[in-house]
C-alpha cells in the first residue's frame, strides 16, 4: 500500500495535467508542444515543491520526500506522452516518439518498488512464520534503514544466507522490520540469530510495537522493551511472546496486528557491525 500511494503521486498530477491543459487549450492553441510541456512542467515542480515544503510543517508524521517531487514530474511527462499528442508541423516525429519512450521507461522504473513489494508479500506470506531469512532477492526491503545492511554469504547460521547490519555511534542505532504479516497469534516465542564479531560483550536493545501503539503516543511503556547482551560469535536469541502480549502499561498487546519488531544498540563509542540470521516465529 505504501509503495502504490507513492505512484498515486504519478497517477494525480498525469490528471492535473490533462484537467488544467483541458481548461487553458484554446488559449494555447498557438504555442508549441515542447514550449507547452516546459511550461506545465514547471506549474508542476512549483506545485510539488510546495506542497513537500508544507508537509514538513504538519503534526501527521509526514515528511518531506524529493521523490515525490520527482514523481509529480513523471505525471506531467506522462500527460504529454499519451494524450497531448503534438501537431503534425509543431514537432519531429523522431522527438515525440523519443520522449514517449522515455516517460515508458521513467514509469517501469517508478513502479518497480511497487511490483517489488507486491513480489516479497508474496513471498512473506509463504515464508511465515519465518518473518526474515534473508534468502529470498528481496527481503532487505522489508526493513527501515536498509542503507545499514548488506547480504552476508560466509558468516552464515542458516540457510545460504545472512544480513550484516553497520550501527554507527549515534544515540540510537539499528534497523526495524516493519513489513510482515502481523498476526502473532497462536505463536508462543520470537527466535532470532545475531552474531558479534567483538571480544567483548554487546548490550542489544529489542522492541515490539502493534498497530494502536501511535493511538498511545508512541510511548515507551506501550510497547515491549528488552535488553540483551551478545557474546562474541553466534547468539541464538528467544522472546518469550507472553511478555510481549503483556509488555503495554494498562493494555495488552494486539498480537493480531503486530506492526513493528526493531533492534538496536545505545551511544556505541566507535561503529560496529553484527550480523542477523533466521527471525521466525514458533508455537
Not at 514523481?71 to 506522452?81: D, H, K, P, S, V
Not at 567483548?200 to 542489544?204: G, I, M, N, P
Given at each position: 500500500?505504501?509503495?502504490?500511494?507513492?505512484?498515486?503521486?504519478?497517477?494525480?498530477?498525469a490528471?492535473?495535467?490533462?484537467?488544467?491543459?483541458?481548461?487553458?487549450?484554446?488559449?494555447?492553441?498557438?504555442?508549441?508542444?515542447?514550449?507547452l510541456?516546459?511550461?506545465?512542467?514547471?506549474?508542476?515542480?512549483?506545485?510539488?515543491?510546495?506542497?513537500?515544503?508544507?508537509?514538513?510543517?504538519?503534526?501527521?508524521?509526514?515528511?518531506?520526500?524529493m521523490?515525490?517531487?520527482l514523481?509529480?514530474?513523471?505525471?506531467?511527462?506522462?500527460?504529454?506522452?499519451c494524450?497531448?499528442?503534438p501537431?503534425?508541423?509543431?514537432?519531429?516525429p523522431?522527438?515525440?516518439?523519443?520522449?514517449?519512450?522515455?516517460?515508458?521507461?521513467?514509469l517501469?522504473i517508478?513502479?518497480?518498488?511497487?511490483?517489488?513489494?507486491?513480489?516479497?508479500?508474496?513471498?512473506?506470506?509463504?515464508?511465515?512464520?519465518?518473518?526474515?531469512?534473508?534468502?529470498?532477492?528481496?527481503?532487505?526491503?522489508?526493513?527501515?534503514?536498509?542503507?545499514?545492511?548488506?547480504?552476508?554469504?560466509?558468516?552464515?547460521?542458516?540457510g545460504?544466507?545472512?544480513?550484516?547490519?553497520?550501527?554507527?555511534?549515534?544515540?540510537?542505532?539499528?534497523?526495524?522490520?516493519?513489513?510482515?504479516?502481523?498476526?502473532?497469534?497462536?505463536?508462543?516465542?520470537?527466535?532470532?540469530?545475531?552474531?558479534?564479531?567483538?571480544s567483548?560483550?554487546?548490550?542489544?536493545n529489542?522492541?515490539?510495537?502493534?498497530?494502536?501503539?501511535?493511538?498511545?503516543g508512541?510511548?515507551f511503556?506501550?510497547?515491549?522493551?528488552?535488553?540483551?547482551?551478545?557474546?562474541q560469535?553466534?547468539?541464538?536469541?528467544?522472546?518469550?511472546?507472553?511478555?510481549?502480549?503483556?509488555?503495554?502499561?494498562g493494555?495488552?498487546?494486539?498480537m493480531?496486528?503486530?506492526?513493528?519488531?526493531?533492534?538496536?544498540?545505545?551511544?556505541?563509542?566507535?561503529?560496529?557491525?553484527?550480523?542477523?540470521?533466521?527471525?521466525?516465529?514458533?508455537?
Open positions: 500500500m505504501q509503495a502504490a500511494w507513492d505512484l498515486g503521486h504519478t497517477l494525480f498530477f490528471i492535473a495535467t490533462l484537467w488544467l491543459y483541458g481548461l487553458i487549450k484554446k488559449r494555447v492553441a498557438h504555442h508549441s508542444w515542447i514550449r510541456f516546459l511550461f506545465f512542467s514547471l506549474v508542476v515542480l512549483g506545485c510539488g515543491m510546495l506542497v513537500e515544503f508544507l508537509q514538513g510543517y504538519t503534526t501527521g508524521g509526514r515528511s518531506p520526500d521523490m515525490d517531487v514523481r509529480n514530474q513523471l505525471g506531467c511527462m506522462l500527460a504529454f506522452a494524450c497531448i499528442r501537431h503534425r508541423n509543431d514537432t519531429p523522431m522527438v515525440a516518439w523519443l520522449f514517449s519512450g522515455a516517460a515508458l521507461v521513467l517501469v517508478a513502479a518497480w518498488p511497487l511490483a517489488r513489494a507486491v513480489i516479497d508479500e508474496q513471498l512473506a506470506i509463504r515464508q511465515f512464520p519465518v518473518l526474515a531469512d534473508f534468502e529470498t532477492p528481496f527481503e532487505q526491503y522489508r526493513w527501515v534503514n536498509t542503507q545499514q545492511m548488506r547480504t552476508e554469504t560466509v558468516l552464515v547460521r542458516h545460504k544466507k545472512a544480513m550484516r547490519v553497520q550501527l554507527s555511534t549515534a544515540k540510537f542505532s539499528g534497523i526495524a522490520l516493519f513489513f510482515f504479516p502481523g498476526n502473532w497469534q497462536g505463536y508462543r516465542s520470537l527466535h532470532c540469530s545475531i552474531y558479534n564479531p567483538r567483548t560483550a554487546l548490550s542489544l529489542f522492541r515490539i510495537h502493534d498497530a494502536r501503539h501511535k493511538q498511545h508512541s510511548e511503556s506501550d510497547r515491549f522493551n528488552k535488553q540483551v547482551t551478545l557474546h560469535g553466534w547468539n541464538d536469541l528467544a522472546i518469550d511472546l507472553d511478555k510481549v502480549r503483556n509488555a503495554p502499561r493494555r495488552p498487546m494486539d493480531g496486528h503486530i506492526e513493528g519488531f526493531g533492534l538496536f544498540v545505545v551511544q556505541q563509542a566507535k561503529p560496529m557491525e553484527i550480523i542477523l540470521d533466521h527471525i521466525a516465529l514458533a508455537r
